[in-house]
């Protein structure tokens, strides 16, 4: 089966009115001011690879969330339609988990604040100052477990002046947008600002077992915020909600022989992909001394994630998988931002707690269930069966005549599981400029990471009992409780070679903590199974299945340049790292488990230009290539998550090539600029498991875009855009 993931194609008009702002051009590539080792500096005295988005490219890109920075981030890869994050990988490093009992490898911080998981992430982006995606280890600049690398998402905050904006889209599929901000100073100190955004669109997929087409959106959100400026304070207080919903992932069966733009699912209508999401955060800033300054960040997020998705791909219900996930999540953090002569330095400390109530289940009818089985497993049968009675089931299950008889319908395979994590960090970084054109770096943080998880496997009756992720129930809830800890140290150096060319060179080492796996069980000390005695039941001592933390060595090597009379911006990287105990998602008869599969390692280049050739024209290209490898499969092999020894292969979601290109051009007229751009991203095949099976490798794939603007001097604009040119 395939995910279908693609864009629709629309032809659209976008409107966009300012009020009380300026619009300003030339063939000078501006200064990008970033704060990815929280202070602000110019990118090219950062000696880490980053990928900075402004907020007016955000808008123009129409890069909706997360996911949308996926295509123009060298080495960044995993962009899915649904609202999991389980694929979202920086330099081919993923966990690959879709449960709540690990942690995402790319974490996403919003204003400082860390964002969360599958649900609660993907955040729609609208009065954003900047994202910035960073990558490599980043345990000292961000922790919570930043191990592929991070993502920081800067909002606008409240200003001294009056402003206000509006935007509206229209699009084919009944797509429909409406945006809008107001900033308003109160007096000389306090200052408001509130924007919103409401979205929706119909499906673009056609169901040939009945009901509405597939595909639709639906999302409405508002953030407001409130800051206070003073002479040796300035602290902004925000809060924000979001409820969104749209159908979940769409699996199309080349077995059922359908065109790939037509689908015949069961779940017409009744799946769902829905989330509502509730985050306040304060930052508050003390000046103490002239080079001293003390920072305080406090954030508070609590979502609910339910989802309903049709996994087999066929009309009949063999597997609907369904998952409600509700979660609370608590963080503080204090860092001191210090000048000593030569030496730049913060310090600081962070706590957190998250609590995870998940609710997990397999939904489908047991005779279409078991005519599923005789054809997957052939061999065993004399012909497809119609239902569990068959007389070949007998002898498959090794049960009594008729015992298989009067299978359930809409049956559900249920497991609960609550997580309860905190931990806390310390950290300090100094950069010392040891001359005019070298800085040094060295940086730490000490991380202490806790989780409890509580699981229960539910009794589900019917003809087979419990027969997808598990072949038992529980006697009640069992847990386990795991705590890790981990120094991770970072040296770096930033040599100005010159005015227009640094070179930068970065060692990193990277911690993620240990888990369990949502789906997994351990047998009690001394046993093989879970339930040695067969009797349905776990036996008593089982425990959840706990995974270890993965760990990485990472260097980075790179250039960043500004030539051509600053009209140029060129950087380039080359990163290798290794890892020991990666963790990694796999199936092991029907069940989602994690494992620590051993080692790997991973090395790739990296390229960014932006150009501006002329006063009209505006280029910017992206491209990564990377080279993977399962360098060490013994502990992968022991719990069998290859099917054959898999030494060799590439990391999953780990493409060899991506790339992008982005063309403006600009025709001046009097009163008003018409804008014409391209867009074109790339991606090679990548596989999506340890064994590298092509059946199920994503193939390499190509977007276009296309954008007309005019934007008139008076502060409105106008856009005509069409994406997925080519129906790829």
């Known amino acids: 089966m395939k995910k279908i993931a693609s864009k629709i194609l629309c032809g659209c008009l976008a409107v966009y009115g300012t009020v009380f702002s300026g619009v300003a051009f030339a063939a000078e590539i501006e200064e990008v001011m970033v704060t990815a080792q929280k202070r602000e500096q110019t990118l090219k005295d950062v000696p880490i690879a980053v990928t900075a988005f402004s907020g007016d490219m955000i808008e123009k890109a129409r890069i909706d969330d997360v996911r949308g920075l996926v295509d123009f981030t060298p080495g960044f890869n995993g962009r899915t339609e649904d609202s999991f994050i389980d694929a979202l990988g920086i330099r081919g490093i993923v966990t690959n988990d879709f449960g709540i009992g690990g942690d995402p490898s790319v974490a996403v911080f919003t204003d400082g604040v860390w964002s969360g998981r599958t649900g609660g992430v993907q955040m729609s982006f609208y009065d954003i100052e900047r994202a910035e995606v960073v990558k490599g280890p980043q345990a000292t600049l961000f922790g919570r477990n930043a191990i592929a690398g991070a993502v920081s998402i800067i909002t606008k905050r409240p200003i001294e002046e009056q402003e206000a904006n509006i935007s509206a889209t229209l699009a084919e599929f009944d797509h429909f947008e409406v945006a809008g901000m107001v900033n308003v100073p109160i007096n000389e100190r306090w200052f408001f600002r509130t924007s919103a955004q409401i979205k929706d669109n119909d499906g673009y997929l056609r169901n040939q077992f009945g009901g509405r087409d597939l595909g639709f959106h639906q999302s409405s959100s508002i953030r407001s915020a409130l800051r206070y400026a003073g002479e040796s304070v300035d602290a902004t207080f925000s809060a924000g909600y979001e409820d969104r919903e749209q159908d979940p992932s769409v699996y199309w069966d080349p077995q059922v022989g359908l065109a790939k733009d037509v689908v015949d699912i069961d779940l017409a209508a009744n799946g769902t992909d829905e989330s509502d999401i509730f985050h306040a955060t304060a930052n508050i800033e003390f000046d103490i001394a002239e080079d001293l300054i003390l920072t305080a960040t406090t954030g508070f997020k609590t979502y609910n994630f339910t989802y309903l998705e049709d996994y ?49 289940s397999n939904i489908y ?315 074109q991203v790339y991606q090679s095949k990548m596989y999506s498991d340890p064994d590298n099976i092509e059946a199920i490798a994503v193939d390499s794939w190509n977007e276009t875009a296309l954008r007309l603007s005019y934007a008139s001097h008076d502060d409105w604009s106008a856009t005509l855009w069409v994406e997925n040119l080519f129906d790829e």
């Not at 380039?572 to 990666?582: A, G, M, P, R």
């Open 312 to 360: 087999d791909a066929r009309p009949t219900r063999i597997n609907n998988y369904f998952q409600d996930n509700r979660i609370d999540y608590f963080s503080q953090e204090f860092r001191f931002n210090g000048t000593s002569g030569a030496i730049t330095w913060f310090a600081g400390a962070s706590v957190y707690k998250e609590e995870i109530d998940g609710k997990f």
């Open 365 to 679: 009818d047991e005779d279409a269930l078991c005519a599923a089985i005789s054809r997957t497993d052939a061999d065993d049968f004399d012909g497809p069966a119609a239902s569990c009675d068959d007389p070949n089931f007998e002898t498959y299950w090794e049960v009594d005549p008729g015992d298989l008889a009067g299978g359930l319908l809409n049956k559900g395979e249920r497991n609960d599981m609550n997580m309860d994590s905190s931990g806390w960090a310390a950290y300090a970084e100094a950069t010392w400029a040891l001359s005019d054109a070298f800085d040094l770096t060295v940086g730490a943080r000490y991380s202490d990471d806790e989780k409890e998880a509580q699981s229960r496997v539910y009794d589900s009756g019917g003809v087979l009992g419990n027969n997808f992720n598990f072949e038992f129930s529980t006697d009640g809830v069992v847990r386990d409780k795991r705590d890790w800890s981990k120094f991770t140290p970072r040296v770096a150096f930033n040599w100005d070679t010159s005015e227009k060319v640094t070179v930068y060179g970065n060692y990193a080492t990277g911690y993620k903590s240990g888990g369990f796996a949502t789906f997994g069980f351990a047998p009690p000390p001394g046993q093989d199974f879970v339930d040695d005695d067969e009797d349905g039941i776990a036996d008593p001592g089982t425990t959840p299945l706990a995974f270890e933390p993965e760990e990485v060595d990472s260097f980075e090597l790179g250039l960043k340049t500004r030539l051509l009379d600053n009209s140029m911006q060129a950087n380039i990287s080359y990163f290798n790292y290794q890892y020991k105990d990666l963790q990694l998602s796999y199936f092991d008869l029907g069940s989602s488990l994690v494992a620590n599969v051993g080692e790997a390692e991973g090395q790739g280049l990296e390229l960014d230009v932006r150009w501006l050739p002329s006063d009209e024209l505006d280029l910017f290209i992206a491209a990564a290539w990377m080279d993977t490898e399962i360098t060490d499969d013994t502990k992968i092999l022991e719990v069998g998550a290859c099917g054959l020894p898999c030494r060799g292969n590439d990391l999953p979601f780990a493409p060899h090539f991506s790339a992008a290109l982005v063309a403006n051009y600009t025709i001046p007229r009097d009163g008003a600029d018409w804008v014409l751009s391209a867009e």
